[in-house]
């Protein structure tokens, strides 16, 4: 569940006259109680190897809407692959935005765990494009 989502939901219940509320999507759990007008919410995650990985992992999302290509020019070999170590700064993609070409760069060091989006696809802004591990 995206945190988009999770705070829509905190402020739906927040504005509601629910004391308290449980949710459960796949393997992510959140408790919602409110105490003297205060809100207080509980996440729990069904798997212990699931609370692992969300430490490890974090996403790399779109910086602007357009369409994502995975290398510099048509034909050539994407900038980046799973499983590569990548650097602060290193290009991972480009962004075509109103036919300009935007580099799209790591904000930190780590691995490439997944490519989420294929070369030519429309991507939205925060989209999320990689998972970059440790």
Do not use: W
Request: charged share 30%.
């Amino acid at each position: 569940m995206d945190t988009e989502k999770i705070k829509e939901i905190i402020s739906i219940f927040e504005n509601s006259k629910i004391s308290s509320m449980d949710l459960e999507e796949g393997s992510f759990k959140i408790r919602l109680e409110k105490k003297d007008n205060i809100t207080v919410s509980h996440e729990h995650v069904a798997k212990e190897e699931t609370k692992q990985e969300q430490k490890q992992k974090q996403t790399l999302n779109s910086p602007l809407v357009g369409t994502f290509y995975a290398s510099l020019k048509p034909g050539q070999e994407s900038l980046v692959k799973v499983g590569q170590q990548i650097k602060k700064g290193d290009v991972l993609c480009i962004i075509e935005a109103m036919k300009s070409m935007n580099e799209m760069k790591a904000q930190k060091d780590g691995v490439i765990q997944e490519i989420l989006v294929e070369d030519g696809q429309m991507v939205e802004y925060d989209q999320p494009l990689f998972v970059l591990g440790d």
